[in-house]
């Protein structure tokens, strides 16, 4: 291989996506001590690693309809009465635009 790769090669190589030959082909220019490409795959390798990672950072059923719940809570006392607030304002000022802020 004679040319250095591309974000989008280098990303299919680190996820093992490409035909054994291409990577191959590949591999070697990395062991050849292509120091751009060494850099590039490193860096998607790591991403690679991350974006792996994330699958178990799914949060607990549990814990979203806790947050779920609260979310509820706090847009019924904070929220809802704040619109009435301000539709209040507005009739008082003689505005008689309505609120449609959701
Ligand atoms: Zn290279």
Redesign the pocket.
Known sequence: MNS??TDEGCFDLVRRLLPPAQSESMQQ?LQDG?Q??NELYNIWKTIAEVTGREVFYEPAEQAVRVAKAVYATRHRQYILPMRVLRSNQKSATGGGARDNTT
């Open positions: 250095h790769f220019h292509c751009r490409c």
